[in-house]
């Protein structure tokens, strides 16, 4: 697919690291007398249990990524996840998992150079990837629960340009990416609400975002919103047909946007 124009974007003012942590006591503040049974709707066939098991999972796995300091893709993605037999240890397990992850960043310069799925070929891919997989799911089991989901604007702004930047290197386990391509067509997603401004460009070969001084004018299709409401839009969990959110331009460049983007 053709990289994105970003090189190695990652400079932000969220500390993911800490970000990371705050997210995750919210995540358990949110189970406290919660059915395990609950079923989570943005995750379709997945309980409240699995979203905590997956969530803690994957804290822990990225951990042992950062810990051996990958530089190749892993071969496994066995870790010893320590999993409480009950759901009433399920909680402490998820804040464990962070305290972890917190251990590991302590011992981790965040710009060693490392393996990442990703754009960005430095340890901190991965703070940045656990923080947004974390902010995700907390948001995923408040919407669960019936609690209204809030997120700060700088971790939105931030989490939108994390997804768009790394997008396009997801099709090994997202593979309807490799449909994001076209004939030199735009796509901009424009926050409302402040600073914010993405311009995706695809092209025959695949596409990327793309950060030109190029890219300052008119787009094909444009979708605005608040930062929130872009960041919940591009993971899916906010339709694209939601009051919150405006579109203009080409409806099938849309079409091929939001039916192919999902992971």
């Known amino acids: 697919m053709m990289p994105s ?5 990652g400079a932000t003012s969220v500390d993911h690291r800490a970000a990371i942590t705050a997210e995750t006591a919210r995540f358990v503040a949110a189970l406290k007398n919660a059915d395990p049974a609950t079923e989570v709707p943005s995750c379709p066939g997945w309980t409240l249990a699995d979203l905590v098991r997956h969530t803690g999972s994957v804290q822990r796995w990225f951990s042992a990524l950062l810990h051996a300091r990958v530089q190749e893709p892993p071969r496994t993605r066995d870790v010893d996840l320590r999993l409480p037999d009950r759901w009433d240890g399920y909680a402490d397990w998820l804040a464990e998992s962070a305290t972890v992850a917190a251990e590991v960043f302590a011992a981790t310069d965040p710009d ?5 799925w990703g754009v960005d070929q430095h340890a901190r891919f991965w703070a940045r990837r656990m923080l947004f997989e974390t902010l995700m799911h907390r948001v995923d089991a408040e919407l669960a629960l019936g609690l209204p989901p809030t997120i700060d604007r700088p971790s939105a702004v931030d989490g939108i340009d994390e997804f768009l930047v790394n997008l396009p290197f997801a099709a090994s ?12 067509r735009t796509i ?6 402040g600073d914010g401004d993405w311009l995706v460009r695809l092209r ?8 030109s001084w190029a890219a300052a004018g008119s787009a ?3 979708v605005r919103g608040t930062a929130a409401d872009l960041l919940l839009l591009v993971y899916g969990r906010l ?3 939601a009051e919150a959110i405006t579109y203009d331009g080409d409806e099938g460049l849309l079409t091929l946007w939001f ?3 999902a992971f």
Not at 5 to 9: A, L, P
Not at 173 to 184: I, K, S
Not at 204 to 211: A, C
């Open 5 to 9: 124009d970003s090189g190695e974007r």
């Open 112 to 116: 060693h150079p490392m393996w990442a």
């Open 173 to 184: 386990f997202a593979p309807t990416v490799a449909n994001l391509r076209g004939p030199d």
């Open 188 to 193: 901009r997603f424009q926050a409302t609400d």
């Open 204 to 211: 025959s070969d695949g596409f990327g975002l793309d950060t």
């Open 220 to 222: 094909d299709a444009t």
């Open 239 to 241: 339709p694209h047909e």
């Open 259 to 261: 039916d192919n983007s």
